[in-house]
């Protein structure tokens, strides 16, 4: 079975201060590919980033940094000098490939609130 | 390029009574994945189409269905309104099963809501 895990539900932060959004994963599949999503008000799931299981390399994207530890079974995520634009829920995903491809399993998201 | 498209955006319906909602995926895009999204559940994965045929089935009860045309867009169908169907309906397209290198592209979803 997987299971992705956010065990943060809510985040409130000041303008310009770094937040990380933790995401634990469990899967069987030594090959798989982990997302993050953003979830503003308008419903629509926005893709920030994916990552397969074999490429451990931290990514940076602007504002945001990505840590990948399999030894941890983590995949986190951190906005440098939030803004208020980041307010949303974010969602963590994983999608297993030994079996072929599998749908998304979500965790329950984290809701970051950034303040003025 | 146009992004997926869900119609109705949102959507009452009355207990007992069926509704079937609307996916145009992005042109080119031959899979669409549909979820449910609810505060107490999160999002649950539904079923995934490609090529007109289901390709992967969550686990849902019998009421729930779906199916896709030939120019990719997808319907789904619920049947025997409950209350607990209240929920936000996604659409995610993807130029192949699984999600290509970009993940799914998701739509703005249908927010149904059952009275």
């Known amino acids: 079975a997987q299971k992705v895990t956010q065990a943060q539900t809510e985040i409130s932060v000041v303008e310009k201060e770094d937040v990380t959004l933790d995401c634990v994963y469990e899967t069987r599949d030594t090959t798989y590919y982990l997302f993050w999503y953003k979830q503003p008000p308008s419903g629509e799931l926005v893709f920030l980033i994916r990552r397969n299981s074999f490429d451990e390399q931290n990514e940076i994207s602007g504002r945001y940094s990505w840590n990948f530890q399999k030894s941890t079974s983590s995949f986190n995520f951190t906005i440098t000098a939030s803004q208020v634009v980041d307010s949303a829920v974010y969602f963590c995903a994983l999608s297993g490939r030994n079996s072929g491809n599998t749908p998304l399993v979500f965790g329950k998201g984290t809701r970051l609130s950034v303040i003025a | 390029k146009a992004g997926v498209t869900q119609t109705p955006r949102y959507l009452i319906k009355t207990r007992g009574q069926q509704v079937t909602l609307s996916c145009s995926p992005i042109?080119?895009?031959?899979?669409v994945s549909w979820y449910q999204q609810t505060p107490g559940q999160g999002l649950q994965f539904l079923f995934e189409?490609?090529?007109?045929?289901?390709?992967n089935k969550g686990n849902f009860p019998g009421r729930f269905s779906g199916r896709q045309f030939s120019n990719s867009r997808s319907e789904m169908n619920v049947s025997t309104l409950e209350l607990g169907d209240s929920a936000l309906y996604l659409c995610?397209?993807?130029?192949?099963?699984?999600?290509?290198?970009?993940?799914?592209?998701f739509g703005s979803g249908t927010r149904l809501t059952v009275v």
């Open positions: 042109s080119g895009h031959r899979s």
């Open positions: 995610a397209s993807s130029t192949r099963t699984g999600g290509n290198n970009y993940g799914y592209t």
């Open positions: 189409y490609f090529s007109e045929t289901q390709r």
